[in-house]
């Protein structure tokens, strides 16, 4: 097979792999930047009254950096392995919709591009640059983000951002589910699907079914808005509560979808780096998908300062505590796999490593918020920033990155370097936590999250300064990452189809794989196909060459050009310009036009 | 383990080494609202203490014990073991009991109205600061509560614009100010003192700078403060300067907004009837004296980014602005 090469190669491309490789640049040039706004939040607080940046910015580069973070960089780089990976695991040459594949990521980008579009277009709306950006905070709270409160253009581009964003993760959602469902090689049975798979799929109707709610709540927040509805005005009798119920009964699906994909990548790691099957197979799958459904029932523990009353209090405490159950015994079988097993260290071990052991942190002090009374001394303090960052950060970061180091060779064909792979696991590992641990103190002693500025009369400067150290340590250890990357492009061991002794089924085909992945579909016989255990031998790789031709299907125009319409409609809005709103539908509809009447043979 | 040092190191520093007396601490409760939260909290701590000690053991023991070395036989491939993995999900449901049934408790003791001869106040969080109205006592007043040691003190809170959160760390735990909405808290000070607290709900440009205080006073102490409060404002003596400044405010934009008894109806500022008592300005952020109050009359926005209290259009003069200082801090 001949790769195709060029810019229209890229633009046009269906190919799982392509577009995998898409995601991740996209995703981590946005965690770049989510990663700056984050620098410039510690050096304004490194000290107290600092002048690093003016309070109107500030409010900008919190928001956005938290928005950045879960819609631009962690969402789109699970997204990436989705994308690479499940099929490979699967045993499948593609997705089920390769060009809804493609038009996902295309919505994507444009919805991070309007996002950040809104940095340096402050000049069009009469306001300087690093004006008009979102200041609302990730979690947007009407109504505050009424026009009343809010009049300029800076949560327009925010809400309308998230409503492109949306659409990108509901295609994908129903696309990998239908793939994870129906493409599976004969003998893929559910429950020999790679936990990576299950936790994708777990994943994906958690998306499927989260962001329909936040769309309802941008929607009503549009309306009033724009067209003067009072979805969340309480003079109209109507109350800004309802944008908080909204917005967590989304909101806290929405962790599980960022934490999912990382234990599915941390339970494919261990057990290929200690030798062992993964303990207790069912049960991790099981407590996957007990942590999607009951994800379902702890929203309002985000609200417990709101005064829901204590019987409601105490019954979102008990889901809340709930929860912990399955999360401890996947640790506990994450531990298990470990024990007994020959650990041998690489870089992606470190990684699915140092995640149980930062994610137990971000787990116990979450039990400490379930506990509404506490809580109420907790919330919206920097004790919660140190929560999310522990389980955002030392756990979905932490399993990411041990992703990137597992996969990688399987997705550029070159092995990153090991001795730079453990230079960056422990600078971020003891970055990480000189940031993020004395965060846990400086919210005790009694200071607020998304504060510009403080007093040096609160006692918690010096923590202060701790933090902002550890923060940009955390920036070196990921300059290591960049130019690990860097030099593996050029001088990077080239890596077999199989570098690691690994059990599952992309491990059995080459580094980067062919156009078509397999050349001949294989049959599974169990779970852990390529390894030779007490009840069978390892599978036989497909060979090197298809015994028989192999039909790929082409590329195709249609999903970039549909994709273009919906950042053209958003800019209506934007600009109070009606008939850019129909320009953009008339893209979108021409483009899905010609895309269902495309031929489908190329 | 770095991790442990650093633990270690970073308790070291909250302890001693960064200044103190931590006016802010959730971990030096002053109520007993602010102690049973703080009671639970510590009973929760050492739960998870426990479990985190556990869990990293097991995980740097095995790390340590099963590193893959040549020659060693290949693993035993165990697939899971079902007693184990029972045992180990009844454990944490077994803790979580020890922590949710202190927290039910805990709900509802906290949750409790307060007693009939509780002091009640209505908070009401504007953009960037804080009203406070003694209803029993006709008494109105802004960004420094005071209450008697000893007594229950009952607040309803709400909010005049957007959502704000009312929280004084040492005093208890915080409640939402929502439009439309009438939130409770009630707690009980144990010791006399000044409380800093300050907003913990993102509600615009300056919700950095939206702080307030409270003083808890001996029941008499009380009583001479809301005497006070109660009188009408203080009339300056002819010929003073004060008397020049309070001619400045009655002709000054300044009557649109603020209330001083008798002078001035508006009710978008704070009540400046007894202004000269205070402490601070510009909701707990700056020393209530002369220079900072003529810097504040000059210019707010330049001190509070987004007060809603804007430079006034012409310009006060230099002498203008001196006049309404002294007059502001004779109103005691």
Known sequence: MSEARGLKSWLTTTDHKRIGLLYFWTAFIFFLIGGVEALLIRAQLAQPNGHVVSAETYNQLFTMHGTTMV??????????????????????????????NAFSYWVFLSGGLLLNASWVTGPLFHAG??????????????????????????????????????????AAGFNFIVTILNLRAPGMKMMRLPVFTWMTLVTQFLVITAFPVITVGLVFLMFDRFFGTHFYVHEAGATPLLWQHLFWLFGHPEVYILILPAMGIVSDVLPTFSRKPLFGYPVVVYS????????????????????????????????????????????????????????????????????????????????????????????????????IHYVLFGGTIFGLFAGIYY????????????????????????????????????????????????GPDLGVSTLNLVSTVGAFLIAVSILVLVYNFVRTRRRGQRAPNDPWGGATLEWSIPSPPPVYNFSVIPTVANRLPRWRTEHHGPMT?????????????????????????????????LTHTLWVAFLGAAVLLFGIYRWAFEPFEV | MPRIRLWLLTAALAISGCGGPFPQSTLHPRSDFARATDVLFTNIFWWAAAVFVVVELLLVVALVRFRHREGRPAPRPTHGHTLMEIAWTLAPAAILVFVAVPTVRTIFATAG??????????????????????????????????????????????????????????????????????TRIAFRPDQLGDYTGQCAEFCGVSHANMRLRVVVDSDSGFGRWATVQLAGPAAPAPGTLAERGKAVYARSACIGCHTIQGVSPGVI????????????????????????LARWIADAPSLKPGSLMTRMQPPLTDADIAALVAYLESLK
Do not use: C
Not at chain 2, 155 to 182: E, M, Y
Not at chain 2, 269 to 281: A, E
């Open chain 1, 71 to 100: 819609f631009l960089a962690l969402m789109p780089l699970s997204a990436s392995f989705f994308n690479y990976i499940v099929p490979l695991q699967i045993g499948a040459r593609d997705v089920a919709f390769p060009r809804l």
């Open chain 1, 129 to 170: 640059m690093l004006n008009v950006a979102p200041d609302g905070g990730w979690f947007g709270y009407a109504n505050l983000t009424e026009r009343q409160f809010s009049p300029g253009p800076n949560i327009d581009f925010w809400l309308l951002g998230l409503q492109v964003l949306g659409i990108s993760s509901l």
């Open chain 1, 288 to 387: 996957g998908i007990l942590i999607g459904f009951m994800g379902w029932g702890v929203w309002s523990h985000h609200m417990f300062s709101v005064g829901l009353g204590p019987i409601a209090d105490s019954v979102f405490a008990a889901t809340t505590m709930l929860i912990a159950v399955p999360t401890g015994v996947k640790i506990f079988n994450w531990i298990a796999t470990l024990w007994g097993g020959a650990i041998r260290g690489t870089t992606a071990l470190h990684f699915a490593v140092g995640f149980i052991a930062m994610f137990v942190i971000g787990g116990l002090s979450g039990v400490t918020h379930a506990s509404p009374p506490a809580d109420l001394q907790q919330t919206d303090t920097y004790y919660v920033v140190a929560h």
């Open chain 1, 407 to 454: 996969w990688w060779p399987k997705m550029t064909g070159r092995l990153l370097s090991e001795r730079l792979g453990k230079w960056h696991f422990w600078l971020q590992f003891v970055g990480m936590n000189l940031a993020f641990f004395p965060m846990h103190f400086i919210g005790l002693l009694g200071m607020p999250r998304r504060i510009y500025t403080y």
């Open chain 1, 541 to 573: 790789d497909p060979p090197a060459v298809p015994p028989a031709p192999i039909h790929v299907p082409g590329g195709s125009w249609w999903p970039v050009v549909a994709a273009l319409g919906l950042p053209v409609m958003a800019l209506a809005p």
């Open chain 2, 113 to 182: 109205e307060a007693p009939a001869d509780a002091v009640k106040v209505d908070v009401i969080g504007h953009q960037w600061w804080w009203e406070f109205r003694y209803q029993e006592l006709g008494l109105v007043t802004a960004n420094e509560l005071h209450v008697p040691l000893g007594r229950a003190v009952q607040l309803s809170i709400t909010s005049a614009d957007v959502i704000h959160s009312f929280w004084i760390p040492r005093l208890g735990g915080k409640r939402d100010a929502i439009p439309g909405h009438v």
């Open chain 2, 269 to 292: 500022g704070p009540n400046l009837t007894h202004v000269g008592t205070r402490t601070t300005i510009a909701s707990g952020l700056f020393p209530n004296d002369s220079a900072y």
